[in-house]
């Protein structure tokens, strides 16, 4: 083999890496493939998946998702995922969906790297009605 077979074998075989934000939250799931950079290599929601409102935040419309976003992740040979899940900022967890989505994109050959909660926290925020004594009967 020549010098310029060889490298050409490597390009083919060269595996990408990308990171796979996924917000869910109880009314939709959103997931949003980034490379490293943060250039966008696929966007998808529920709404692209199905057209009823309440089905959105489904676990079963999550593995479509999945399943669309691998198809995707899979012709820019990308084969190593890292997670970073984000629910509704002050939700103690993240939707139905944000599971589902990990199942199946590993079920179909992706290797999940690292799995990161996201979810933001509120400290203090405005404040609360009533006054100081709060609302009296």
């Not at 199905?50 to 419309?61: E, G, Q, V, W």
């Not at 984000?86 to 969906?97: C, E, I, L």
Request: contains cysteine; hydrophobic residues 30%; proline residues 4%.
């Amino acid at each position: 083999m020549s010098e310029t077979e060889v490298k050409k074998e490597i390009k083919k075989k060269q595996e990408y890496e990308c990171i796979l934000n996924i917000y869910a939250s109880f009314n939709n799931t959103i997931v949003h493939a980034t490379d490293h950079s943060g250039k966008t290599l696929a966007k998808v929601s529920g709404g692209m998946v199905t057209k009823h409102n309440r089905l959105k935040a489904n676990p079963t419309m999550a593995m479509f998702i999945a399943k669309r976003i691998g198809e995707i992740l899979k012709e820019s040979r990308v084969n190593s995922i890292y997670v970073r899940i984000k629910a509704k900022t002050g939700n103690p967890t993240a939707g139905p969906g944000a599971h589902a989505i990990i199942k199946t994109l590993s079920r179909e050959g992706f290797r999940i790297l690292n799995i990161l909660d996201v979810t933001k926290n509120p400290r203090g925020g405005p404040k609360k009605k009533y006054g100081r004594r709060g609302r009296r009967p």
